[in-house]
């Protein structure tokens, strides 16, 4: 095993985030007295979860393994009640534990379903994808999707650790290496900008996962977000920074039908909110301009379709910023300086979207 990171996160249930190679044997030493432990998976990680099943049961607790459907399908509530049943079959109490392995779909179902069962048993997400490491296994939201839009059900849940083993990455496809890094960028625009300098300089190594760079990046982003939910674990505040570019982001998700990557709607949303924000008079036209240099360098999305704005502009208006009939954006007055644009008139907005648009 090389060296392990532990970035602590703190609030009313502190705990750590391990990034590292080779660190797969912790999720029984997280979950100290567990008798079962169930797996929620999707068939890509089934190998890996087989693993980590025969590693628990040799620390003698007894593993349930539930595959789930892949990616947004799994967020589904007919899913999440399946695994209720399957707890219930097996017996699961409240010293009892789930362990989600996958992406940030599976440990969001997995964190909503170990937040509902019983009221609440202990969760630990295993991060596979480099979006799950840097943002949906970190912070403690987990959820699922309804018919009006993405994670409109859910519960703030913190887990007992999180498992960021970097050699899971190798086998992540280059697509969702990419979207996880516009994950990794928005942590740039809203607190750490050394993160866009490191992509600037060299965007093929931040998308190697087994080079230094994306490691720096990981854990970089890893602390903005751990130093951001440590201090407002239900977004009654400061949280909503991490929202950036999402109000478009999660509209497109939705015109698309979850079949666009969750990060491909985040880069085209980062450089709509910052269009916003030039438009709007917040934000200088250089450090606007810096968001479609740093998404393209990934080889991300920049734009989405014309025709698609009433639908995306009637679905922002339930995202979960809003208050009543007033939209909010996260929007930065400068770079490391994000704000609140409240309730911009629908002539900007659609201005903003002309200018992504194609
Ligand atoms: N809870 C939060 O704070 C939070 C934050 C950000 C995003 N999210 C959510 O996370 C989801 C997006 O996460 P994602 O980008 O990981 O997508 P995903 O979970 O859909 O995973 C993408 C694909 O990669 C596969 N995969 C994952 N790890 C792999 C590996 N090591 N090798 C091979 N294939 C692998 C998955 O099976 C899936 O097919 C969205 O639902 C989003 O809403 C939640
Ligand atoms: O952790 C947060 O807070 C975030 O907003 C992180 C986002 O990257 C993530 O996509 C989150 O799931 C969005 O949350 P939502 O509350 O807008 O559904
Ligand atoms: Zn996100």
Redesign the pocket.
């Known amino acids: 095993m090389d060296e392990v990171t532990r970035i602590p996160v703190g609030g009313e249930r502190p705990y750590e985030v391990l990034v590292g190679r080779d660190l797969l044997d912790p999720p029984p030493r997280l979950l100290p007295g567990a008798e079962r432990v169930a797996f929620l998976h999707?068939p890509?990680?089934k190998a890996l979860t087989e693993g980590l099943a025969e590693r628990v049961r040799a620390a003698g607790v007894s593993p349930l393994l539930i595959e789930v459907p892949?990616?947004?399908s799994g967020?589904h509530v007919d899913v999440a009640a399946a695994c209720w049943d399957r707890l219930g079959e097996a017996g699961f109490t409240r010293t009892d534990a789930v362990v989600g392995v996958?992406?940030?779909?599976?440990t969001?179902l997995a964190g909503f379903v170990a937040a509902c069962w019983l009221r609440g048993v202990r969760w630990v997400p295993v991060a596979?994808?480099l979006?799950?490491m840097v943002?949906?296994a970190v912070?403690g939201?987990?959820g699922i999707n309804t018919a009006a839009g993405?994670?409109l059900v859910g519960a703030f849940h913190p887990p007992a650790g999180v498992i960021c083993d970097l050699a899971?990455?190798d086998?992540?496809?280059p697509a969702?290496l990419a979207?996880?890094m516009a994950?990794v960028v928005k942590c740039g625009f809203i607190a750490d900008p050394v993160i866009l300098d490191l992509v600037e300089r060299d965007p093929t190594a931040a998308l190697d996962p087994t080079g230094p760079v994306a490691r720096e990046l990981i854990e970089r982003a890893v602390r903005v977000k751990a130093d951001v939910v440590s201090g407002d674990l239900r977004e009654s505040g400061v949280r909503e920074v991490l929202n950036y570019g999402h109000t478009l982001a999660h509209a497109i998700e939705k015109v698309e039908g979850y079949r666009w990557?969750?990060?491909h709607a985040v880069a085209v949303g980062l450089i709509y909110a910052a269009t916003l924000a030039r438009l709007a008079g917040r934000l200088d036209a250089a450090t606007a301009e810096r968001h479609r240099a740093v998404v393209g360098a990934l080889g991300l999305p920049t734009g989405y379709r014309a025709d698609a704005w009433p639908e995306l502009l009637a679905t922002m208006r339930v995202d979960k910023k809003a208050r009543g009939n007033t939209l909010r954006f996260v929007v930065l007055d400068g770079l490391a300086r994000p704000a609140i644009l409240e309730g911009p008139p629908d002539e900007l907005l659609q201005e903003a979207y002309r200018e992504i648009s194609s």
């Not at 996958?102 to 599976?106: E, K, R």
């Open positions: 999707a890509p990680l892949d990616a947004e967020k996958g992406g940030g779909a599976v969001d596979t994808s979006l799950g943002d949906a912070g939201k987990t993405k994670n899971t990455l086998s992540l496809p969702d979207a996880g994950e990557r969750h990060g």
